[in-house]
């Protein structure tokens, strides 16, 4: 099959979904962008909503379709499935979303669909796994948004703390897009320069329980946002657009994606959300990039909880 590198889709047009057509209409990225939903109503809305916003946007095709209409898409984003409710954790998500997963792969697989499959819903790693064994797809065509979004929360409340722009702070969140995940601190730096460094030229102070605080604060992002407006959806669509962008303009940029490593940290069997290069063809090379001691421990932890989580699968 053809691919139509200007051309993506969303299945799902939920807030998260919506969110995401939202963004790309405003990148400018595609030239024709299909949506679906179990609810075509729903999807034929967000498209009439959407190209309302035409005159004052990119020139693009916005329309409402099928799976027969999205064979030669690029990007095949899916954000079908059940929300996160106050409470609930990511992984309590796994069997409501598994079973809408396997019937979306079924439909996309049953076609000749050349593009890379982009996995938002949750919990995205293991969803990621599932939708990489069931479509038989390359491991280079199925990634999942992984850790982007809290990585960018961690920049931009270490920003916040340090007095400089986020865009300036180079920092990793990786493992579970979930509780387990972990901040790789021996790594992070501002432009080059490490956290100590920066602050003790800045005059600030960084100590662990002030790196700890903001850790937690990320990983406790999503439970706050949902308990005070239900669902979370700019970020996660902001993350995916910064995606979206290197694979379309083939940028090779390094993004804590979940992929399928394969050996990589000594793992496989599973999905994980790790720094790698992504561009055109979808994922390119995980890096390995280096870690304390105690990173590895919390690694280890994380990689255990995803384990459990995709044998209860029995895939």
Same mark, same amino acid.
């Given at each position: 099959?053809?691919?139509?590198?200007?051309?993506?889709?969303?299945?799902?047009?939920?807030?998260?979904?919506?969110?995401?057509?939202?963004?790309?209409?405003?990148?400018?990225?595609?030239?024709?962008?299909?949506?679906?939903?179990? %609810?075509?109503?729903?999807?034929?809305?967000?498209?009439?909503?959407?190209?309302?916003?035409?005159?004052?946007?990119?020139?693009?095709?916005?329309?409402?379709?099928?799976?027969?209409?999205?064979?030669?898409?690029?990007?095949?984003?899916?954000?079908? @499935?059940?929300?996160?409710?106050?409470?609930?954790?990511?992984?309590?998500?796994?069997?409501?979303?598994?079973?809408?997963?396997?019937?979306?792969?079924?439909?996309?697989?049953?076609?000749?669909?050349?593009?890379?499959?982009?996995?938002? /819903?949750?919990?995205?790693?293991?969803?990621?796994?599932?939708?990489?064994?069931?479509?038989?797809?390359?491991?280079?065509?199925?990634?999942?948004?992984?850790?982007?979004?809290?990585?960018?929360?961690?920049?931009?409340?270490?920003?916040?703390?340090?007095?400089?722009?986020?865009?300036?702070?180079?920092?990793?969140?990786? @493992?579970?897009?979930?509780?387990?995940?972990?901040? #790789?601190?021996?790594?992070?730096?501002?432009?080059?320069?490490?956290?100590?460094?920066?602050?003790?030229?800045?005059?600030?102070?960084?100590?662990?329980? %002030?790196?700890?605080?903001?850790?937690?604060?990320?990983?406790?992002?999503?439970?706050?946002?949902?308990?005070?407006?239900?669902?979370?959806?700019?970020?996660?669509?902001?993350? #995916?657009?910064?995606?979206?962008?290197?694979?379309?303009?083939?940028?090779?940029?390094?993004?804590?994606?979940?992929?399928?490593?394969?050996?990589?940290?000594?793992?496989?069997?599973?999905?994980?959300?790790?720094?790698?290069?992504? @561009?055109?063809?979808?994922?390119?090379?995980?890096?390995?990039?280096?870690?304390?001691?105690?990173?590895?421990?919390?690694?280890?932890?994380?990689?255990?909880?995803?384990?459990?989580?995709?044998? /209860?699968? %029995?895939?």
């Amino acid at each position: 099959m053809n691919v139509n590198h200007r051309k993506a889709a969303i299945i799902g047009c939920g807030a998260v979904g919506a969110s995401i057509a939202f963004r790309f209409l405003q990148q400018g990225l595609f030239s024709s962008l299909v949506l679906l939903d179990v %609810n075509r109503d729903k999807a034929e809305g967000e498209a009439m909503d959407l190209r309302d916003g035409l005159p004052y946007g990119a020139s693009m095709e916005i329309t409402a379709g099928t799976y027969d209409d999205i064979t030669d898409c690029a990007l095949i984003v899916i954000t079908a @499935g059940a929300n996160q409710k106050p409470g609930e954790s990511r992984l309590d998500l796994i069997g409501r979303n598994a079973e809408i997963i396997q019937g979306v792969i079924g439909e996309i697989t049953a076609r000749d669909c050349g593009g890379i499959l982009l996995i938002v /819903s949750n919990p995205v790693d293991v969803l990621t796994y599932t939708a990489w064994k069931l479509s038989g797809y390359p491991r280079e065509r199925v990634l999942g948004s992984g850790t982007v979004l809290d990585t960018g929360r961690l920049k931009q409340l270490l920003g916040a703390e340090l007095g400089v722009d986020s865009r300036n702070i180079h920092a990793f969140i990786i @493992g579970e897009h979930g509780d387990s995940e972990l901040a #790789v601190w021996s790594e992070a730096n501002v432009s080059g320069l490490a956290l100590e460094d920066f602050c003790r030229i800045r005059g600030r102070e960084l100590d662990r329980e %002030n790196m700890d605080m903001l850790y937690q604060e990320v990983r406790n992002s999503a439970y706050e946002i949902i308990r005070r407006k239900g669902v979370t959806c700019y970020g996660i669509a902001m993350a #995916v657009g910064r995606i979206a962008q290197c694979i379309v303009k083939n940028e090779h940029a390094v993004l804590p994606v979940s992929v399928v490593p394969n050996g990589q940290y000594g793992l496989s069997g599973l999905a994980l959300s790790i720094p790698s290069v992504v @561009g055109q063809n979808g994922l390119e090379d995980i890096l390995e990039i280096p870690l304390s001691s105690s990173e590895k421990q919390e690694l280890d932890r994380s990689v255990r909880q995803m384990e459990e989580a995709i044998t /209860s699968l %029995n895939l």
